[in-house]
Structure formats: structure tokens, C-alpha cells
């Protein structure tokens, strides 16, 4: 069976961060999409929090009517970003858990014990023809319970993995890298569309992607940061490079 192509998600919220600092218009996020896209995203991701501390209503809606590829709307599960996407009519949603005491997101949707809740959400936005993923855990019970609501996609938190990686706890990585293979192969038998993010670097992200159920990444914070030294563009074609460099050895498997 042919390996699928990865697809690369790029996320534009901390190009929004750095305008917020100071105020004004600059740097423009959808400006920052164009760039990505331009260099080789397959789509780009938009996290409009509660406090709106990046991203704010107006790029959602500049990002839908300025770019030509799918926008990704990440978003809590609550009836105020329900009613925004729904009006947006992004391609798809990602439920994402939510918090304002933290600095990015922390951890997974719990759907195990959150499914009364999320379950109507998933359902209302599949109506409206919004493809809908859940930002989790690679856990067996998460994974089962998504299934269950029928949200078509997951993503995988591999924040765990890349932060014991960077650290030097071998023993962490191995422990978390056998939780992602395994989580991911898990999904995919239940016919989920399997994807990942969070904290993914040019070494991570080339790795992961030698899993062939794994079909998309999302990745912004390091982009963005890398930006700072080498451009947008630049490091945007080195992430597909090395994204590319992965998938490559599973072909020759």
C-alpha cells in the first residue's frame, strides 16, 4: 500500500504574539500564511483563544478570505468558538483543551470523561461539512472515545516525547515514542485520520514522520522562532525537507 504524503500544517498564532507585543499591524499573521504556503505548507493553523492573546476574530476571518489553502480553526469546545467557526466555515476545527494560567497548550482533550460535552460539538460542526479533529493523548481509552463520537481525526500531543528528547531522559523518550507509534497504529485501525503537534523541531518532525499512519504534522512555535535567525520561507522548506527525509525511508521499507 503507497505510503501517504505528509502534509505540513503551519502555525501563524506566535506570529500574531510578537504584532500583540507592541501593538499595531505588524508582523501581519496572514502575510506569515502566504509565506508559509508559498514555501510549501499544505495548510495553515489558527488558534483563537478565549483571551485572544495571538490570534484574533479579524485574522480568522482575513486567513479564510486570503488564503488558497484549508485553514485549520483551533478552538475550545465552547458555544462562543462553535458559533465563530460556524460562520467562518473553516476546512476544519481542532478541539483543543483550553486554560487561561497557561502558556500554550498543556495537555490533551480528556475525551474519555469530557464525551457528554464534546460530543454534540463534533456533531454539530460534521454537519455543517467542517472536518472535525481532537487534540489528545496517545492513550487507548482517549482514542476509543473519539472514535465513538465520530470525530473523523485525531492529533497526537507529542509534547511529552520532544521535551524528554530536548532534556536528554532517554529513557522518557523511549517510554513516549513507544506510546505515540502505538497510539497512532491504534487509531488508524479504528479508521481515524491520524495526526501530530506540538513542540516538533527539524530532528522530531522527521522522525515521526517515518510512521505511515501519521498523515499530517502541525507546527508553529519553533518555526516562527527559527524565523527570527534564517526567514519564514527558509525554514518552512527545511521543515518539508526533513519532513520529506522521513517519509522517504519508509518508502524504501
Known amino acids: 500500500m503507497p505510503v501517504p504524503h505528509l502534509r505540513l500544517g503551519v502555525n501563524i498564532d506566535h506570529v500574531a504574539t510578537i504584532r500583540n507585543a507592541r501593538g499595531g499591524i505588524h508582523p501581519d499573521p496572514v502575510r506569515a500564511a502566504k509565506v508559509a504556503i508559498a514555501a510549501g505548507a499544505d ?21 479564510k478570505a486570503a488564503i488558497d489553502k484549508p485553514l485549520n480553526f483551533e478552538m475550545a469546545a465552547t458555544d462562543e468558538m462553535v458559533g465563530i467557526a460556524l460562520q467562518t466555515n473553516p476546512y476544519a476545527t481542532c478541539l483543543v483543551p483550553e486554560k487561561r494560567t497557561e502558556r500554550t497548550t498543556e495537555g490533551g482533550l480528556d475525551v474519555a470523561r469530557q464525551h457528554i460535552v464534546l ?4 456533531t454539530e460542526l460534521s454537519r455543517a461539512g467542517i472536518r472535525v479533529s481532537l487534540f489528545i493523548a496517545p492513550e487507548r481509552p482517549q482514542i476509543e472515545m473519539a472514535a465513538a463520537i465520530r470525530a473523523p481525526v485525531v492529533e497526537i500531543h507529542v509534547g511529552a516525547w520532544c521535551e524528554a528528547l530536548a532534556t536528554g531522559n532517554a529513557r522518557s523518550a523511549e517510554t513516549e515514542w513507544q506510546r505515540i507509534r502505538d497510539g497512532a497504529a491504534f487509531a488508524k485501525t479504528l479508521g481515524l485520520e491520524v495526526h501530530a503537534g506540538h513542540g516538533l ?35 518552512v522548506t527545511k ?15
Open 43 to 63: 495548510g495553515i493553523t489558527a488558534h483563537l483563544r478565549e483571551d485572544r492573546r495571538h490570534i484574533r476574530d479579524d485574522d480568522i476571518a482575513r486567513l
Open 119 to 122: 460530543a454534540p460539538v463534533v
Open 201 to 235: 523541531d527539524y530532528a522530531t518532525a522527521e522522525v515521526i514522520a517515518e510512521l505511515p499512519e501519521i498523515v499530517e504534522l502541525n507546527i508553529g512555535h519553533f518555526l516562527v522562532g527559527e524565523s527570527v535567525f534564517d526567514g519564514l520561507s527558509e525554514t
Open 239 to 253: 521543515m518539508r525537507a526533513a519532513m520529506d527525509r522521513g517519509r522517504a525511508k519508509v518508502r524504501r521499507l
